[in-house]
């Protein structure tokens, strides 16, 4: 089983029901993938331009878009295949997300911010409680291997701490607390350190890689910086697998003509 | 319960706007509640003016102005009934009990009732209650002596043995004035909460004697009383006899006025009937309607004031309609509230998606939001009104006779804080429509 299977996927946005039948010529394929895997365990660093449909296969691997041809297939499931709820449930069950900013919810404090999987996840929170003796115990531990009481102070300091309060360093190590917390199986990080300078890049990722280990997770993770490929198993460009006409000056001006 | 959990740790975070929006629908749900109670109470109230009387006659005119001029004393009487009329329905044999009385003078603006005792011995209110007295007792119907209601004493810091001279007219300031009657202050009524609290009553006979003795009249018309009258009137009368027999004339060095004959009045203003048997009333109503000896009204007071509030009821449904709009308005606000922050929001919306959020659920979260606000806006209220009839009843029933209990729930103010639940929860299918939308196109990405 692999954690990311995917099979002759195309992606164009969906024309919206209220301009269809007008005389605009189909969206343009945005993705055109043959094939694509993730192994599992897997640590692979995917390259790409801004622009080139990075966030785009990373929302249809979250099941919040979904193919307009083809399959994908995340840790056994076809989730091109499930509905709706059930796409949501999945990615709240198996699934972490770190953001390249602005990750946490600032009306909750750390902990909180932490756990939120574990309130959409029963599977999450019963996983949780495995790694420590409550839910703020995992969330407590997970912070300090990840270096956050040493920055911030105790460990109940740190809990407590209203997030505006962190610095951006400090924000993407809890976000990433919160993609481990309940130990799912694919972690997917898209520019996490873009906004980390960089003298703390290089901690974050040794803290992100050993703790992705750890948990046994396969993580996807995407960036256009290659300073960071070093780190992964495999690098894969996204320009390499994506069949579909490159995004440029030329396609986007069809786009607004067709559209005008 | 995470939902409910994330959505009041969102509203903590954004608390002043939350508290405007609590405090809006607080300040308008109060004031919904404060119409609606002091609706129902004034109405009550106003219903019960006047208990316990079966029939009010008067000269013929509309029930409405017969009922406003007698027992709201607004308004004045265009006729009398004559003192023959009354005496013959005063001595039937269904009638328990009448109490004439006679309008048209006023002491330093308020009414004067020219009535007997049997006043304070039949007249009802409320849920039959008696006029009872705060102090001194009723006019001993042997000189000429005055009892005022509570808001009279108050406001003109009136003490038992003042003297009171009754102006012939309704102004302020009498056109004319009795000058040589003087009433003494021998009673104050207890507060009512009814037109008797804005009322001076003297001797029915005193009045008579009054302005007899002013227009001479009384010297042409020594007419002996029938022996049949009735006893109250009988002992008007003798009352009247005695004042100025005995101490009226030399109080008031004679004031050019020599002792007067005593005789019953020609005419009264109106008269209250109670009967032994009250079915009998519709039977008399009957009568006294056709009689065709003097054109007379008899009116059932309970018929009548609910045919004039009635009339009232127009500016209490304006009322009523006002507070709506302003609850109204206050929810709008809350849902215009709600909508100016998704925006800002997105952001939140898409963590939460990441983290498995359904879109349902982004819904469930505003609609929740709303919930709370509500709820913590009605309860502001209810609390409002509750701190607020605490206070202010006492004083709204001393100055305006409005009784209001402090126990402001009904059924209709139960309904009207689930009407404004429930619509503050339909207005915001509004705001979490367009979060569930906005979230479901963002995904997990926003393009601020």
Redesign the interface.
């Given at each position: 089983m692999s954690a990311v299977a995917i099979h002759n996927l195309q992606f164009a946005w969906p024309t919206r029901p209220w301009t269809a039948g007008s005389q605009t010529s189909p969206a343009p394929t945005i993705l055109k993938i043959a094939n694509f895997t993730l192994a599992d365990g897997e640590k692979l660093f995917l390259k790409g331009a801004s622009g080139s449909g990075k966030?785009t296969l990373?929302?249809l691997i979250?099941g919040?878009?979904t193919p307009t041809a083809g399959e994908i297939t995340v840790l056994g499931q076809a989730i091109s295949r499930l509905s709706?709820?059930k796409r949501?449930?999945f990615?709240?069950?198996h699934l972490g997300?770190v953001?390249q900013l602005?990750?946490?919810?600032?009306?909750?404090n750390v902990v909180?911010n932490v756990l939120?999987?574990c309130?959409?996840?029963k599977l999450r929170a019963q996983r949780a409680l495995t790694q420590g003796a409550s839910l703020t115990d995992a969330a407590s531990q997970l912070l300090v291997a990840l270096g956050l009481s040493n920055a911030v102070g105790l460990p109940n300091a740190v809990c407590a701490q209203a997030v505006s309060r962190l610095s951006v360093g400090q924000q993407q190590r809890v976000a990433l607390a919160?993609a481990l917390i309940g130990a799912p199986g694919l972690i997917i990080c898209?520019e996490p350190t873009s906004a980390i300078d960089v003298e703390h890049r290089e901690r974050f990722m040794q803290l992100l890689l050993a703790q992705v280990e750890k948990s046994g997770a396969a993580l996807l993770f995407v960036s256009h910086d290659p300073t960071l490929e070093r780190y992964f198993d495999r690098t894969v460009h996204l320009a390499d697998i994506n069949q579909a006409a490159p995004f440029t000056e030329e396609t986007a001006q069809d786009l607004v003509e067709a559209n005008s | 319960m995470?939902l409910l959990?994330?959505a009041l740790?969102?509203l903590?975070?954004?608390w002043f706007s939350a508290f405007l929006c609590v405090l809006t629908i607080g300040l308008s749900s109060a004031l919904l509640l404060a119409v609606e109670h002091i609706r129902a109470s004034a109405r009550s109230s106003f219903q019960s003016t006047v208990s316990g009387t079966d029939l009010i006659v008067g000269a013929r005119t509309g029930a409405v102005p017969l009922m406003l001029y007698t027992v709201f004393h607004v308004g004045e009487a265009t006729n009398n009934v004559s003192w023959a009329s009354y005496q013959r329905y005063a001595n039937l044999s269904s009638v328990s009990w009448t109490i004439p009385i006679s309008l048209g003078d006023s002491y330093q603006g308020f009414r004067v009732v020219g009535t007997t005792d049997a006043m304070f011995q039949h007249y009802r209110f409320g849920a039959k209650r008696a006029l009872e007295f705060k102090l001194g007792h009723a006019f001993s119907n042997t000189d000429a002596q005055a009892v005022v209601g509570s808001a009279v004493a108050e406001k003109l810091g009136l003490q038992l043995g003042a003297k009171l001279s009754v102006s012939h007219g309704l102004g302020n300031v009498g056109f004319i004035k009795h000058d040589h009657a003087q009433q003494t202050l021998v009673g104050v009524l207890a507060a009512t909460g009814t037109p008797v609290d804005q009322s001076v009553f003297v001797n029915l006979a005193a009045i008579e004697s009054m302005h007899e003795g002013f227009d001479g009249s009384a010297r042409l018309s020594p007419a002996k009383p029938e022996s049949n009258t009735a006893r109250d009137a009988h002992e008007g009368h003798e009352a009247h006899e005695g004042h100025e027999a005995h101490e009226g004339h030399e109080a008031h060095d004679g004031d050019a006025h020599k002792p007067m004959e005593a005789k019953p009045p020609k005419a009264i203003t109106a008269f209250f009937v109670g009967l032994k048997v009250r079915p009998m009333a519709l039977a008399l109503q009957r009568k006294i309607n056709d009689d065709e000896s003097e054109p007379l009204l008899a009116i059932l007071p309970i018929a009548t004031l609910q045919q004039l509030w009635q009339l009232v009821g127009v500016a209490e449904q304006a009322l009523g309609l006002v507070s709506i709009a302003v609850v109204a308005t206050g929810l709008l606000g809350m849902m215009m509230a709600l909508i100016a922050t998704l925006e800002q929001r997105r952001?939140?919306m898409a963590?939460?998606?990441?983290?498995?959020?359904?879109?349902?659920?982004i819904f469930s979260l505003l609609l929740l939001e709303s919930a709370a606000l509500t709820l913590a806006g009605l309860a502001l209220g209810a609390a409002l009104i509750t701190i607020l009839l605490a206070i202010f009843a006492d004083q709204l029933a001393g100055r305006y006779g409005l009784f209001l209990s402090a126990n402001w729930l009904s059924a209709r103010t139960l309904t009207g804080l689930g009407l404004i639940f429930s619509t503050s929860v339909i207005l915001a299918i509004f705001p979490a429509a367009a979060a569930y939308r906005s979230a479901l196109a963002d995904?997990?990405?926003v393009k601020l």
């Open positions: 966030s990373l929302q979250a919040v878009l709706a709820g949501d449930q990615r709240a069950d997300f953001f602005f990750n946490l919810l600032g009306f909750l909180d939120l999987p309130r959409f996840s919160r898209d | 995470s959990f994330l740790k969102s903590r975070n954004r952001r939140e963590i939460l998606r990441s983290v498995g959020a359904r879109g349902h659920q995904g997990l990405s």
